[in-house]
Each structure stands twice: as C-alpha cells, then as structure tokens.
C-alpha cells in the first residue's frame, strides 16, 4: 500500500556525469529553452491580436503552441538548473506532479494534433462545408476535448503509481521523473502496471499515429482534384503538419516500442522530445506560412 512510502526525496541521475559536459548542456540548452518560449508566444501573441489569422487552422496552432510551452516547461527548467548542481533531487511528490503534467500535455498535444489533421481534411476534401462544420462551437469542444482526454489519460497513470510502495532505493536514471525510470523503484514487482501504464500510452499513441497517417492520405489523394496553385498551397500546409507529426511521433515510437536495454539512448532521446521539438514547432510552422509571415510583420510593424 502507500502507507509503506519512506522515501520522500529522489535524486536524479541527469543526462550526462561530467561536469564539462554539463556546463556544455547547460550552455547549449538554455537558449533551445528561451527559444521555445519566446518562438511559441509569439505565434500565440499574432494570433490572438491579428485579424486576418481567425480561421480554425490558427486557433488550433495557438493552443498547441501554448501546450508546447507548457509541456517544455515541466522538465526543461529543472533540467537546466539541475545541470548547475552536484546533487540533483526531486521529492516525490514534486516526481509524482512532473510526470502529471509531463504526460497530461504530451498527450492533449497529440489530440491537438489529431484535431488539426481533421481540420485539414475538412478544408481541403469538404471546402464548400468548411465554414459550417468547423465553427466556432466545435473548435471550442476540440479543444477542450484535448485538454480533457490528456487529463484522463495522466490521471489514469498516476493512480496507477500511486498505488505503489518507494521504500529502499531512491535514484531515478533519468534527468526528469517518468514513469518506468520510477516503476524501477518501486519495492514490489511492477509488471502488471508496467504493461498497464505502456498500453494506455501505446494504445494511444498508435490510435493517433493511424489516424493522422490515414487522414494525411485521404487528404492528398483529393489533392488531385484542385488547380496546380491550390494543390500546392494545400500541400505546403500539410508539409509543415507532416513534419511536426515526425518529430513527435518518431522520438515516442522509439521510446515506448524498444525494451528498455540501454537509458542512455533513452535520454537523448527525450532530449529531443523534450528541448528540441517544442523549438522546432513554431519555426516549422511560421516559415511554412506566408499569412503568418505576413500577420507577424504587421504585429512588428505596429510595435515600431
């Protein structure tokens, strides 16, 4: 039961033992973080103040680059300070909270994810329905489902961790809390949640990933039937959707299909889930798109 919890702190192994090699991190991660933060608020700062980028496609990219946001900022600033210290520790509570929230925005992203490929697909294969099957209401109950689905998901996987005992060995090999580095822990056999935990994840992910891969086809498929100049303007949109599809789903499919042999090939992985992708989203997104382009000259232009 949770009653035979004596272990109240944990201490993190982080990504690499050296400190060289951690003041190198420390200096190479700071800026991808800074980056994420200010790159995500500002496609969310155009698009809340531009007029001309209230179609659902950009009301869809402003939630996700404030999960984005989110999501970076449950593991990456403890990341990079913990780099600064010789001893790096998480209670277990504050482990138990970062991995809440950790998987409650992974996963609200990958709804939203799956929210805009529809959106695409209603714009490009149903365009004379467009304006009414994507209005204002389903945008609003897309979004909170995204919210809510991630929610029910995370809950699920804590009360799952909750139950377990921590009584003797207390170092997580990993530089933030996840749930299998912390199952490791556990004085008691966690198999069973340990499938438990990785279908709920898996499950979820494949459901999502087919969805997307399948939408993805229908929609180019029907690309045939428009003029060169809108095929490629269609095209250019999902291009960027594709990309960002392959950044999320690349680095998790690794992470979650392998057994877990080595963790040092795990952390770099999540490294790039972690710091590298929620980067990458907003500069994929905004080179990708003249109206964006345009809508930030106009918001920069105002400033001057």
Known sequence: TAGTNNVTELILTGLFQDPEVQRVCFVVFLPMYLATVVGNGFIVLTVSVSKSLH??????????????????????????????????????????????????????????????????????????????????????????????????????????????????????????????????????????????????????????????????????????????????KAFSTCASHITVLILFFGPATFLYMHPSSTFTADKLVAVFYTVITPMLNPIIYTLRNAEVKFAMRRLWGKKK
């Open 55 to 232: 179609s659902p496609m950009y009301f869809f990219l402003c939630y996700l680059s404030l999960v984005e946001i989110s999501y970076s900022s449950t593991v990456v600033p403890k990341f990079i300070t913990d780099l600064m210290t010789k001893i790096k520790t998480i209670s277990l509570k504050g482990c138990l909270a970062q991995i809440f929230f950790f998987h409650f925005l992974g996963v609200t992203e990958t709804v939203l994810l799956v929210v805009m490929a529809y959106d695409r697909y209603v714009a490009i294969c149903k365009p004379l329905h467009y304006v009414n099957i994507m209005n204002r209401q389903l945008c609003h109950v897309l979004v909170a489902g995204s919210w809510l689905g991630g929610f029910l998901h995370s809950i699920i996987q804590i009360l799952i961790t909750i139950q377990l005992p921590f009584c003797g060995p207390n170092v997580i090999d990993h530089y933030f809390c996840d749930l299998q580095p912390l199952f490791k822990l556990a004085c008691t056999d966690t198999y069973v949640e340990g499938v438990t935990v990785l279908a709920n994840r898996g499950l979820l992910s494949l459901c999502s990933f087919l969805i997307l891969v399948s939408s993805y086809i229908v929609i180019l498929v029907n690309l045939r039937n428009y003029s060169a100049e809108g095929r490629l």
